[in-house]
């Protein structure tokens, strides 16, 4: 993969892909630093993540609409609330934010036609437009581009982990991912060393972390997933308790005879930290709630894990379904970890299923 390179399938998607993630994550890295930290929040309020969401669905879609003008999005958000007079206040703060991003200063690599620079400023209808260009319904065949804005909400909210999300789907294969994570540290080995990396795996041309800084000018790390003892593998794993069903993991763990703790990571970010090999095994199983996994919460993340090596399934096994609307609607559960270990996380999921099913007896 080449970021700079037009002769490469999917080069002029992959560089502009990188630069609305990167200006997302400026974004919500403001909206951080002067909601969260600065305003007085009562323990539940959502509203900064909300306009953090809102305005980089907006700058990411203009970004998109502006050179794939025919390019269908299923992205999370849609502007339905902003339309109507209660959701005034929140609307303004959102086409201010997303018009302050879209005009910020040109980055190096970055070109005026592209639809980012100064003068740049979109209309409130303009923007509430493109956040609604998030509303196809997905599907089987041509092209399509998923969108997370902010992944891993609660983890945004406790100044810890999320990621901005962007994958390019074709007939149904994902192509391209890109996934910014502004918390995450450059260096696993150095955690309070510097934070901010942007991920990108582009089919058939491999997995990379470059800096949130300075993507494309700046290094750019290939990842590769390492091979892993049972001692060495550990899991990484939903924060949520409410999302992935962590007392089955422990099961699967002893199965296997992993030995380290497992570590607990917000969003996508999971993804990033499996392919630069800081842990051995993503598994996130469902907690019976009925909940069906949303496809902009996976798309990236699996090119990511295939081109650094790996495999993603389905608990069972069986391949990510991204071709039945905006769901994974008949996978059950995720697996991803490099291509040896993942026969056996199988078998020890099917295994840890079997003893549960039994226990119900
Ligand atoms: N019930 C249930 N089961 C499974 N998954 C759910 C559920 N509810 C939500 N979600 C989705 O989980 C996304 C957050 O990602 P993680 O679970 O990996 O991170 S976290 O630890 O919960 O923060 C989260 O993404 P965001 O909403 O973008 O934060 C949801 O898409
Ligand atoms: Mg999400």
């Known amino acids: 993969m080449a970021a700079n390179d037009t002769a490469h399938p999917y080069a002029a998607e992959t560089q502009i892909a990188i630069a609305a993630v990167r200006r997302a994550c400026v974004l919500t890295a403001s909206v951080f630093n002067k909601l969260v930290k600065q305003e007085t929040l009562t323990k539940d309020d959502k509203s900064p993540v909300t306009v953090g969401d809102f305005a980089a669905q907006a700058v990411i879609n203009t970004i998109l609409d502006r050179t794939f003008p025919d390019d269908p999005i299923v992205g999370e958000e849609d502007a339905t609330d902003l339309r109507i007079e209660s959701g005034r206040a929140l609307r303004d703060r959102i086409v201010e934010l997303a018009n302050d991003t879209l005009s910020a200063d040109l ?25 609604d260009r998030g509303n196809y319904d997905g599907g089987r065949t041509g092209r399509m581009w998923t969108l997370d804005p902010i992944d891993g909400t609660k983890g945004f909210l406790r100044g810890e982990q999320y990621a901005v999300c962007l994958a390019l789907l074709v007939d149904a294969r994902v192509e391209l991912g890109v996934i910014g994570c502004p918390n995450l540290p450059v260096a696993a080995s150095n955690p309070s060393g510097p934070r901010g990396c942007i991920f990108v795996a582009v089919r058939g041309q491999g997995a990379y972390q470059l800096l949130l800084d300075n993507p494309l000018g700046g290094e750019r790390t290939k990842l590769t997933i390492p091979t892993f003892t049972a001692e060495s593998l550990n899991f990484l794993e939903s924060v949520e308790k409410a999302h992935a069903k962590l007392s089955f993991n422990e099961r699967v763990s002893q199965i296997l005879g992993v030995t380290r703790a497992p570590t607990r990571i917000d969003s996508q970010a999971k993804y990033c930290a499996l392919a630069r090999g800081d842990g051995g095994v993503y598994l996130r199983m469902p907690v019976g709630s009925g909940y069906k996994e949303k496809i902009w919460d996976h798309a990236a993340g699996s090119i990511l894990v295939e081109e650094a090596g790996g495999v993603i399934s389905d608990g069972r096994g069986e391949p990510l379904d991204f071709s039945l609307g905006r769901t994974l609607g008949e996978n059950y559960g995720i697996v991803a970890c490099g291509k040896d270990v993942h026969p056996k996380v199988i078998a020890a999921v099917k295994q840890a299923k079997a003893e549960e099913a039994q226990s119900q007896l």
């Open 107 to 131: 980055q190096p690599g970055e070109k005026e036609e592209w639809g980012l620079g100064p003068n740049h400023g979109r209309t409130v209808d303009q923007l509430l437009d493109a956040i």
